[in-house]
């Protein structure tokens, strides 16, 4: 049996108000995914043992995907982007699926993966003999398709600073270009982004994003798979998802339901104390930086040992030592901060 968590929600409150660099992520929903052969009819009794719904069919990943998707659109939740891995982003039936229903996608794809510079010409090809069924399928019949990763020499790239992070700044290389791409007989028009990241490998995603699209607004979106990934690890290593030890249908979805309460009172816990505690103008020139770190998970365990039952410590010492673990932080961030301008001017003198 494989679990795998699916929708992720950013809150993007006080995103520019308290400067705070992200927003809040928590889990909202999940999918189990039951590989094939467990649908077989030699399998029947274990599913029953197991307690899998007998309506329960065999779903590829992507089609789980996208039901989750749909359960977030249906319950009216709002969300500004929809973040592929390889895996979903490859597949351009989920592409078209999200970019019908309205939303964007920055889905990664691989390197291999086609795409046209120009729009290609669809349409049946003629028949070439007498014999046997006359085509019926859309091909491309003109234009030339180039790998993604041949486009890297051609493009320009440019330097782009996303967002503050706690070493320093996320400036990354990064070029884009519109591209046409082809799924079920239909050309579509969209973004080619590509990133050099900082061990100097490469990914390239799809984007659906209209053309006025700014290159810094195309890096921005291309980076959000970080807080996805970060979503998962947390719920992993602070959140006890990784620690289910059951076989039972309904024991994994009482654990996932846990699990998403957890992470809901972690986005919470973290929302309270941006709200609570606003930034100050003075300290934030003091400590020479435009953001100060939101709370870790880390932080909210020990606010919790002041609440709970057993009390560790009183609020205002957890508070105190969340404070200061928050400003260390900010002076090792200004610390690296001054390093790396130090290495800007000593590399620009030498050259």
Same mark, same amino acid.
């Given at each position: 049996?494989?679990?795998?968590?699916?929708?992720?929600?950013?809150?993007?409150?006080?995103?520019?108000?308290?400067?705070?660099?992200?927003?809040?992520?928590?889990?909202?929903?999940?999918?189990?995914?039951?590989?094939? %052969?467990?649908?077989?009819?030699?399998?029947?009794?274990?599913?029953?043992?197991?307690?899998?719904?007998?309506?329960?069919?065999?779903?590829?990943?992507? !089609? /789980?995907?996208?039901?989750? =998707?749909?359960?977030?659109?249906?319950?009216?939740?709002?969300?500004?982007?929809?973040?592929?891995?390889?895996?979903?982003?490859?597949?351009?039936?989920?592409?078209?699926?999200?970019?019908?229903?309205?939303?964007?996608?920055?889905?990664?794809?691989?390197?291999? +993966?086609?795409?046209?510079?120009?729009?290609?010409?669809? %349409?049946?090809?003629?028949?070439?003999?007498?014999?046997?069924?006359?085509?019926?399928?859309?091909?491309?019949?003109?234009?030339?398709?180039?790998?993604?990763?041949?486009?890297?020499?051609?493009?320009?790239?440019?330097?782009?600073?996303?967002?503050? =992070?706690?070493?320093?700044?996320?400036?990354?290389?990064?070029?884009?270009?519109?591209?046409? +791409?082809?799924?079920?007989?239909?050309?579509? !028009?969209?973004?080619?982004?590509?990133?050099?990241?900082?061990?100097?490998?490469?990914?390239?995603?799809?984007?659906?994003?209209?053309? !006025?699209?700014?290159?810094?607004?195309?890096?921005?979106?291309?980076?959000?798979?970080?807080?996805?990934?970060?979503?998962?690890?947390?719920?992993?290593?602070?959140?006890?998802?990784?620690?289910?030890?059951?076989?039972?249908?309904?024991?994994?979805?009482?654990?996932?339901?846990?699990?998403?309460?957890?992470?809901?009172?972690?986005?919470? +816990?973290?929302?309270?104390?941006?709200?609570?505690?606003?930034?100050?103008?003075?300290?934030?020139?003091?400590?020479?930086?435009?953001?100060?770190?939101?709370?870790?998970?880390?932080?909210?365990?020990?606010?919790?040992?002041?609440?709970?039952?057993?009390?560790?410590?009183? !609020?205002?010492?957890?508070?105190?030592?969340? =404070?200061?673990?928050? /400003?260390?932080?900010?002076?090792?961030?200004?610390?690296?901060?001054?390093?790396?301008?130090? =290495?800007?001017?000593?590399?620009?003198?030498?050259?």
């Amino acid at each position: 049996m494989r679990r795998r968590p699916s929708i992720v929600l950013r809150d993007p409150y006080f995103h520019g108000n308290l400067k705070v660099a992200q927003g809040f992520w928590r889990w909202i929903d999940g999918a189990w995914f039951l590989p094939e %052969g467990w649908f077989r009819d030699r399998h029947e009794k274990l599913r029953q043992r197991l307690g899998v719904p007998p309506e329960r069919r065999f779903k590829t990943k992507v !089609e /789980l995907a996208w039901e989750l =998707i749909e359960r977030a659109l249906a319950a009216d939740l709002p969300f500004e982007l929809v973040g592929f891995d390889c895996l979903y982003g490859r597949s351009g039936e989920l592409r078209a699926k999200v970019r019908q229903a309205g939303k964007r996608y920055m889905a990664e794809v691989p390197a291999d +993966t086609q795409v046209y510079l120009d729009k290609p010409l669809l %349409g049946v090809s003629p028949r070439q003999c007498s014999r046997g069924r006359p085509p019926s399928a859309v091909q491309v019949l003109a234009g030339e398709a180039v790998r993604v990763d041949r486009l890297r020499e051609r493009l320009p790239w440019q330097a782009v600073q996303v967002r503050a =992070i706690d070493r320093g700044t996320l400036c990354d290389p990064v070029a884009a270009c519109r591209v046409w +791409t082809v799924h079920a007989g239909e050309a579509v !028009e969209e973004w080619l982004v590509m990133r050099e990241e900082a061990d100097g490998k490469h990914s390239y995603a799809l984007c659906n994003a209209s053309c !006025e699209t700014s290159l810094e607004q195309l890096a921005w979106g291309k980076c959000q798979r970080y807080f996805i990934e970060r979503a998962n690890q947390d719920a992993k290593s602070e959140l006890g998802w990784d620690e289910l030890q059951a076989q039972k249908y309904r024991a994994w979805e009482h654990h996932l339901a846990l699990t998403v309460l957890a992470s809901w009172f972690i986005a919470q +816990t973290k929302y309270e104390w941006a709200r609570d505690y606003e930034r100050d103008p003075v300290l934030l020139q003091e400590l020479d930086t435009e953001v100060l770190p939101a709370l870790s998970v880390a932080n909210v365990r020990t606010l919790l040992r002041a609440v709970m039952p057993l009390r560790q410590m009183s !609020e205002a010492q957890a508070t105190d030592l969340v =404070i200061e673990h928050l /400003l260390n932080r900010t002076r090792s961030r200004k610390s690296r901060l001054k390093k790396q301008r130090l =290495i800007k001017r000593t590399v620009a003198g030498a050259t």
